[in-house]
């Protein structure tokens, strides 16, 4: 069953880019990446889906219902974390989350209590003291607690320590096992390589790849910075070098012995190994000779 289906999905803000005919299809149980960098269009296509902005021309099902039509049913089995989310000032933490809970009609006291004690949010703070990443708890909370089957999360570890993103990657992890859908969109890739199944990438409004995350890893490249001496003209599957007097960065897809040997005839003083930014990451698997394939 397709939890999440779009045809041709459109988007402008008057003559302003938002989304381009995305076609997009989300299975019931995957836990499905949404990669782009910032302005691709991720949040249009999110807030597009919710019934939140209105398309230009297109269409866009969730649980095979359109989203135009029957919003309203559709929003009470979907939680939802937006890259910012505000709330009532002067409330108590407990309060926002009983008030969510309140308008979806449901009790969710102990699921509300647990998520709390897990990510170590303080309920009887007010929201006003909170920092940006204790906020960010909060709307976590309120996302999960009604345990929904769709999970829209976008950009959601913003604000959150390391160890915070780990146990709520750990806590939606648990949630994907137990059947839920979850759709995250990111511009972090190592987030979307670690968990997700399937992944689509947006640029400029449009959809350029979606596949699996494996086979859109396997050929990523690696950022290579070296500090020293090397000579680079004889090695193949180096592109976007930038030089300085005493150091060389560029983006790697060749063999590794390879890069190892020619490194190693030159002068090292620090070398180090990055994934490369979803930018270069878009460059390297759609452009070829300039031409995007």
Request: glycine share 8%.
């Amino acid at each position: 069953m397709d939890v999440i289906k779009t045809a041709k999905l459109t988007k402008y803000y008057g003559k302003a880019r938002g989304i381009i005919d995305l076609d997009l299809t989300v299975e019931q149980g995957e836990f499905f990446g949404f990669i782009g960098p910032n302005g691709a269009g991720k949040s249009t296509t999110i807030r597009t889906l919710l019934g939140l902005i209105a398309p230009t021309s297109g269409s866009a099902m969730i649980f095979g219902k359109d989203v135009t039509k029957q919003c309203k049913t559709i929003l009470q089995n979907i939680g939802y974390l937006p890259s910012e989310a505000l709330f009532y000032q002067g409330m108590k933490v407990k309060d926002v989350l009983k008030l969510s809970a309140d308008l979806r009609k449901k009790d969710c006291t102990a699921e509300s209590k647990l998520l709390c004690e897990r990510l170590q949010l303080d309920v009887s703070r007010k929201i006003d003291e909170l920092s940006f990443g204790n906020r960010k708890k909060v709307a976590i909370v309120c996302a999960l607690q009604h345990r929904p089957d769709l999970l829209v999360l976008d950009e959601p570890t913003g604000g959150l320590d390391p160890l915070m993103q780990k146990e709520f990657f750990d806590i939606l992890r648990e949630r994907n096992k137990e059947g839920a859908t979850i759709l995250l969109s990111s511009h972090i890739l190592s987030e979307i390589q670690r968990n997700c199944t399937r992944a689509a990438i947006i640029r400029d409004g449009r959809i350029v790849a979606c596949n699996s995350v494996d086979l859109l890893s396997k050929t990523s490249a690696r950022r290579i910075t070296v500090q020293g001496v090397v000579n680079l003209e004889q090695l193949n599957g180096v592109r976007d070098k930038k030089e300085s007097e005493d150091s060389v960065s560029f983006l790697y897809n060749g063999d590794m012995n390879s890069l190892l040997r020619t490194l190693s005839a030159g002068r090292v003083n620090d070398l180090t190994v990055t994934e490369p930014d979803l930018e270069e990451v878009f460059l390297h698997y759609y452009e070829k000779d300039g031409e995007t394939v």
